[in-house]
């Protein structure tokens, strides 16, 4: 038979037959099989005897795990790419990028091709350890049981039960579970928070004023004497009457509701204004009896209130505080002695009185209106700079005073003696440090300011000694302006009493000065409250100062503070810890293919076959056939396959079902080349 295996007499190898070689048949290369027509000392080579020993042959193994090796410095790079890539979207705006891609499909692509590339070496190292777990006996199902483990998660799962002595398998079987995980994980990096990005296009503004007046603001109406415009006056008129109405209050721009300003120090912006200093004058009160035996409660400057019937119950006038200086701070020291106006309120309250147990006791028993108490409050409104921090969110502008700096008036730049009078006198205040052409500026090197042109610059005393100032550093009120604010306090504002009378409820009748009733705060004035009166009455003041002040002597222009426009977004936050996970696999893998590298290095025996179907074909059950080159080691995976591409088989059912060899022999090819021949003679002699 042309296919006959059965295995040839050693004494027969010294026949000799002439024949034609042939290398190849079909693409079939045929020198990797033996003829019975070869030379008898080839014969000899190619047959050995039986008892001969199989020699070792050391295995090249790192050639074996290129795909491998590849495919792990592939998952390395992909899970440092994750890192790279969140790190840099870490506190930032959610991209936005065509096509509806966003960070998350960037992510969930990258830790698919992730675990891809790792369970490409994880699959590997598994189908290699099934050939050195069957260097022992084992059961032939774990062939299977191995070779599930390497392509499903469920196969893997059976592998731990079916073989736990495995280490590398069961540390394979984990990696490809838990690598189910590497999806949700490396989305859960991914944490959306809002946050505000800045609109480098657009610019937030506050008012605020260097120097007052504005243009328009006031006007003469005598020698020496000046008014302020009737906005000004409306201002001040609904700052004592209403103080929390929104009239006065500062009007940011700010596009998106959401802007800041960049701080010093904590302050943003600064502005001339008007400030306030109280001080309690509550026991300087003296209780006095009239003529007809009614009781009159009276402070030394000869104000004065009374508990009865259409009497005073509040009143408020302007002078001088001498009469209490004893209860002078230093703060209210200094307030006064640059100071435009003192105005003391004397008032009847309930504030004064106290409650033992449910028992109210007061110190007037028997007033016309009930049990009641006595405050006095005296207050200084002078002109100062105040360093402000403003941030602006959700459309609502928070603004807080960090500061006040009293203004008072500058005799050096007047050229006058001190406490003289000049129509070119200011009030002034000097920022320090101040902040010129990008560089910080204090009193000793304020003359280094570059003098460029157009900077003018100012000389002032501070603490008893003459600084030269640049105007961009002084805030300054005119004394016009500021005599015409005094003017409009003194005489029209804080000059006025208030009676009451049983019909009038709680209210009291303060005639034309019908703002001033807001001071009586329906009977519950006290220091506190009349102190945060006058506070809130300068604050509409000085916003109104703000948006009608001007820059550095220049009366039509306004002057603001730039800040940045901010909007609310969603931003990205990089929670690194869900990488851990997937590093941890990667790391994990990194080991497994180290170790089987290492253990195929160790021993040379066992050849890499990993994933092949090949040995179990050329290395089943059965004895290997004599004309089989016995001398030839165990073949590793590139020569298999080299072998596998050069042999055909089918598979036979039956009885003896099972591969077949039915690669022809070369005598099988020589004959049927003969027959060929002589039917092409045939043909040819036709």
């Given at each position: 038979m042309a296919n006959d295996k059965t295995p040839r007499g050693y004494e027969s190898l010294g026949q000799e037959s002439s024949v034609t070689e042939v290398s190849s048949y079909e693409g079939i290369n045929m020198d990797t099989y033996h003829s019975s027509t070869k030379?008898?000392?080839?014969?000899?080579?190619?047959?050995?005897?039986?008892?001969?020993?199989k020699p070792v042959r050391r295995h090249h193994v790192f050639r074996f795990w290129p795909w491998e090796l590849s495919s792990l410095l592939v998952a390395f790079g992909l899970i440092a790419a994750t890192y790279s890539v969140l790190s840099h979207f870490n506190g930032q705006q959610v991209p936005e990028w065509p096509f509806s891609i966003n960070l998350n499909t960037l992510v969930a692509l990258i830790s698919t091709i992730m675990r891809a590339a790792m369970l490409v070496a994880v699959a590997e190292v598994i189908s290699q350890t099934k050939w050195s777990w069957f260097s022992r006996p084992r059961p032939l199902s774990h062939l299977q049981y191995f070779d599930e483990a390497s392509r499903s998660v469920s196969g893997s799962l059976s592998l731990l039960f079916v073989a736990p002595g495995s280490a590398l398998g069961v540390?394979?079987?984990?990696?490809?579970?838990?690598?189910?995980?590497?999806?949700?994980?490396?989305?859960?990096?991914?944490?959306?928070?809002?946050?505000?990005?800045?609109?480098?296009?657009?610019?937030?503004?506050?008012?605020?004023a260097h120097f007052m007046p504005g243009n328009g603001t006031f006007y003469r109406v005598g020698a020496g004497s000046y008014q302020v415009q009737l906005d000004m006056k409306g201002t001040m008129v609904n700052g004592i009457a209403s103080p929390t109405s929104n009239d006065s209050a500062i009007i940011p721009t700010c596009a998106?509701?959401?802007?800041?300003?960049?701080?010093?120090?904590?302050?943003?912006?600064?502005?001339?204004?008007?400030?306030?200093?109280?001080?309690?004058?509550?026991p300087f009160i003296n209780k006095t009896t009239r003529s007809n035996g009614a009781d009159n409660y009276t402070l030394p400057n000869n104000m004065w209130v009374s508990a009865e019937s259409d009497m005073v119950y509040l009143n408020v006038a302007p002078g001088s505080v001498d009469w209490a200086s004893s209860a002078f701070t230093p703060e209210f020291t200094s307030s006064?002695?640059?100071?435009?106006?003192?105005?003391?309120?004397?008032?009847?309250?309930?504030?004064?009185?106290?409650?033992?147990?449910?028992?109210?006791?007061?110190?007037?028993?028997?007033?016309?209106?009930g049990l009641t108490g006595l405050v006095a409050t005296s207050c200084s409104l002078y002109p100062c700079l105040k360093n402000y921090h403003a941030v602006i969110e959700k459309g609502v502008l928070s603004e807080k005073i960090v500061s006040t700096k009293p203004a008072p008036v500058n005799w050096v730049e007047a050229g006058i003696p001190h406490g003289g009078i000049s129509a070119n006198m200011n009030f002034t205040a000097v920022q320090r440090p101040c902040l010129v052409d990008g560089e910080w500026y204090d009193l000793p090197n304020m003359p280094d300011v570059p003098k460029t042109g157009g900077r003018s610059f100012t000389d002032i005393n501070i603490d008893g000694t003459n600084y030269t100032v640049p105007d961009e550093c002084m805030y300054k009120m005119w004394f016009p302006y500021a005599n015409g604010l005094m003017n409009f306090m003194n005489y029209d504002l804080f000059d006025g009493h208030c009676t009451y009378n049983s019909r009038q409820g709680q209210a009291i009748e303060c005639d034309q000065m019908w703002w001033l009733a807001s001071l009586y705060n329906n009977k519950e004035a006290s220091f506190d409250t009349l102190s945060a009166?006058?506070?809130?009455?300068?604050?509409?003041?000085?916003?109104?100062?703000?948006?009608?002040?001007?820059s550095n002597y220049n009366y039509n222009g306004h002057e603001v503070v730039e800040g940045a426009v901010t909007?609310?977004?969603?931003?990205?936050?990089?929670?690194?810890?869900?990488?851990?996970?997937?590093?941890?696999?990667?790391?994990?893998?990194?080991?497994?293919?180290?170790?089987?590298?290492t253990q195929n290095l160790r021993n040379h025996e066992q050849p890499v076959w990993k994933s092949s179907l090949l040995p179990l074909l050329y290395y089943g059950f059965r004895q290997r056939a004599y004309q089989e080159d016995l001398s030839t080691p165990v073949m590793d995976l590139t020569e298999m396959n080299r072998a596998a591409a050069n042999r055909r088989a089918k598979f036979q059912n039956g009885s003896e079902a099972g591969f077949v060899d039915v690669t022809p022999s070369i005598d099988d090819v020589i004959r049927r080349r003969g027959r060929d021949v002589d039917v092409d003679s045939l043909i040819g002699d036709r």
């Open positions: 030379g008898a000392q080839e014969s000899v080579k190619a047959y050995p005897k039986p008892d001969q020993t540390l394979g079987a984990l990696i490809t579970i838990l690598s189910l995980g590497i999806g949700p994980f490396t989305q859960q990096t991914i944490k959306t928070v809002p946050c505000l990005r800045t609109h480098n296009e657009q610019k937030a503004t506050l008012p605020l998106t509701g959401n802007c800041t300003f960049t701080s010093h120090n904590g302050i943003t912006h600064s502005s001339i204004g008007l400030c306030s200093s109280c001080i309690d004058t509550t006064i002695d640059g100071g435009l106006i003192n105005v003391t309120t004397l008032s009847l309250t309930t504030t004064a009185c106290s409650n033992n147990g449910g028992n109210l006791t007061c110190p007037i028993p028997d007033g016309y209106g009166a006058f506070g809130q009455f300068v604050t509409a003041v000085t916003n109104k100062i703000r948006t009608t002040g001007t909007e609310m977004t969603v931003c990205i936050e990089f929670q690194w810890k869900w990488l851990i996970m997937p590093t941890a696999l990667v790391a994990a893998t990194a080991a497994i293919l180290i170790a089987i590298i």
